[in-house]
């Protein structure tokens, strides 16, 4: 199994209020793909509430290999719905590994 981590950072410039409404929305349509992707096997996105760290949302899931991994981040309808979200970020950072 590999676990996919992806931590996202909003631009300086997105409103609070546009942060929230953009991370709701990623929340929702990422945490629906299973219904898509079928070979998802397990996916949470979580939403910062800590104003101390600098990374805004986190996005963990799991893949039974690092080609499936590969498969979601082409597949059209993670592309869209990640799209949405990365018109307002800044940074993104990622970690696949084993467990």
Same mark, same amino acid.
Request: glycine fraction near 2%; charge should be neutral; include cysteine.
């Given at each position: 199994? $590999?676990?996919?981590? &992806?931590?996202?950072?909003?631009?300086? =410039? *997105?409103?609070?209020?546009?942060?929230?409404?953009?991370?709701?929305?990623?929340?929702?349509?990422?945490?629906?793909?299973?219904?898509?992707?079928?070979?998802?096997?397990?996916?949470? $996105?979580?939403?910062? &509430?800590?104003?101390?760290?600098?990374? =805004? *949302?986190?996005?963990?899931?799991?893949?039974?290999?690092?080609?499936?991994?590969?498969?979601?981040?082409?597949?059209?309808?993670?592309?869209?719905?990640?799209?949405?979200?990365?018109?307002?970020?800044?940074?993104?950072?990622?970690?696949?590994?084993?467990?």
């Amino acid at each position: 199994m $590999v676990k996919h981590i &992806v931590q996202f950072k909003f631009r300086p =410039d *997105v409103s609070q209020s546009m942060r929230a409404k953009a991370a709701a929305q990623f929340k929702k349509d990422i945490e629906a793909l299973p219904q898509t992707i079928t070979f998802i096997r397990a996916i949470e $996105v979580g939403i910062n &509430v800590n104003p101390n760290e600098e990374w =805004d *949302v986190c996005l963990v899931s799991l893949f039974d290999n690092l080609g499936d991994v590969e498969r979601y981040s082409k597949h059209p309808n993670h592309k869209a719905v990640a799209m949405a979200l990365m018109q307002h970020v800044a940074q993104r950072a990622c970690v696949d590994y084993e467990v």
